[in-house]
């Protein structure tokens, strides 16, 4: 267990100048559900601490790992931001993923803030982790690849100078497809991985393929437009859609049919049309998405009516427009250095 935390690879490195000393890994994560208390302080949370239900592998990183990649630029109230903007970015996914089955769904719900990385494993994540009150959220919290990438993505997009910078990079689609391939190469170093482990590797190896997929042909189908963050949010959405998608049975057997409909566009125009979505019963039952998340405490009652990215939006540009350095983009573009010289360019 403790082993298969030593093996990661890069998913995302610096774009930007606050993101030079942080990156996000990718691991085959052992998880765990914790146990609910009676909301007592004392035993009642050593008996949680010790109380654990392991409930398999994903492959991803950790909550920490994102909001640590997401902060350093200055905002106020930083932290409490990126946490909701984390939070907003996952919704549409936590709500499809209830329509969605088929044996993918499982895996990819462990990987959307559901559980949490077993402590014998944490001591092998290195990398910067940002400090998460516990009343917000943990800071071993598991996002999966796709997920946490595209999340990474849409807090970015909301700088109109990121966006354009992103845009004119083709950072996502390049983005996704590495992470695709490093998985696609997976070598563990552990004598065997466990089915459990494969299993969640292939399902999110092929949620990683669709979303690479759509988030091309969304860059070509509104090549014309010309607002940088109308794009990439239009890429990202698409890519949510592919990876995610609503009333689809997800598994081995289904990827043909579900890559082909993202390449005739079927799978965009006919997100919300009949299938299960007559059905509010939720599919995917071993974990609750976004459950490690805190709402409550989170969202005040304003945001829960308001879109929390729409507040952050209006941050970022202010603190952009004053000209703050930590908005300047990496030299060497983006990921180009460390990824694409690894796979011989997209």
């Known amino acids: 267990m403790e082993a298969a935390g030593c093996d990661r690879v890069l998913a995302l490195g610096p774009f930007f100048d606050y993101q030079r000393n942080v990156a996000i890994y990718v ?11 009676s909301g007592k302080r004392g035993r009642d949370m050593a008996k949680a601490h010790s109380s654990v239900t392991v409930c398999g592998s994903a492959f991803g990183t950790t909550l920490g790992a994102v909001c640590a990649y997401l902060e350093g630029r200055g905002i106020p109230a930083e932290k409490a931001y990126v946490l909701r903007s984390v939070r907003t970015q996952l919704l549409p996914i936590a709500e499809t993923l209830k329509t969605m089955t088929g ?3 499982v895996f990819l719900s462990r990987g959307l803030a559901s559980c949490r990385v077993v402590h014998a494993q944490r001591d092998c994540i290195t990398e910067a982790l940002s400090k998460i009150d516990s009343k917000y959220g943990h ?12 999340t990474c993505f849409g807090v970015m997009a909301a700088v109109p100078a990121h966006a354009q910078h992103l845009v004119n990079d083709e950072s996502l689609v390049k983005t996704l ?3 695709r391939e490093q998985l696609d190469h997976w070598r563990s170093s552990c004598a065997s991985m466990p089915e459990d482990g494969w299993a969640a590797l292939a399902a999110e190896g092929r949620a ?3 979303a690479t997929d759509a988030a091309r042909l969304a860059s070509y189908v509104y090549q ?4 940088p963050a109308v794009l990439i949010a239009r890429q990202v959405a698409w890519a949510k859609l592919a990876a995610f998608p609503p009333n689809r049975t997800v598994d081995s057997m289904t990827q043909r049919a579900l890559v082909r409909q993202i390449e005739t566009q079927v799978l965009f125009r006919g997100a919300t049309e009949a299938g299960n979505s007559g ?3 939720p599919r995917v039952v071993e974990t609750v998405p976004l459950s490690q998340i805190s709402e409550g405490r989170l969202l005040s009652k304003r945001q829960r009516k308001s879109d929390a990215a729409s507040d952050a939006s209006s941050s970022w540009v202010t ?5 703050s350095s930590a908005f300047t983009s990496v030299s060497g573009g983006s990921l180009d250095g460390e990824l694409i010289g690894r796979f011989g360019g997209l």
């Open 177 to 179: 497809r590495c992470a």
């Open 139 to 150: 800071a071993y919290t598991c996002l999966g690849a796709t997920a946490a990438i595209l």
């Open 103 to 105: 044996a993918d769904a």
């Open 208 to 210: 990683l393929r669709r």
């Open 319 to 323: 603190i952009s427009s004053n000209g």
């Open 27 to 37: 691991r085959r994560l052992v998880l765990s559900v914790p146990c609910l208390t």
């Open 279 to 281: 059905d509010p019963t």
């Open 224 to 227: 014309d437009e010309k607002q």
